[in-house]
């Protein structure tokens, strides 16, 4: 209903048995690449929903009232970046007996 009236391309990923009976020549090898980065979007897009559902435990929709939920939903997007953030920047330190 929001893109009526408007031309959208979806770039929708190939999928894995298409993927792999692509042929071996320099055409098939560039779109296996673009396919590639089109996985890559969306493992990166996809991460944090997982984070959320799986180690939040948010699985159900509650209802109560569209601004708290939109407000509980922000804080834990925003919980989800900061694991997320602090696996890709663990910061290795060396603790020594004081």
Known sequence: PENI????TWH???KRS????LPNNKLGRL????EHLKASVRAKVEHPFHVIKNLFRHRKTRYRGL????????T???????????RRFTITESRSPS
């Open 31 to 34: 779109k296996e690449k673009l």
């Open 5 to 8: 009236g408007t031309s959208v």
């Open 67 to 74: 601004a708290k939920n939109t407000a509980q939903l922000f």
């Open 18 to 21: 298409k993927r792999k009976a």
């Open 76 to 86: 834990l997007f925003a919980f989800a970046n900061l694991v997320l953030a602090g």
């Open 12 to 14: 929708v990923a190939m």
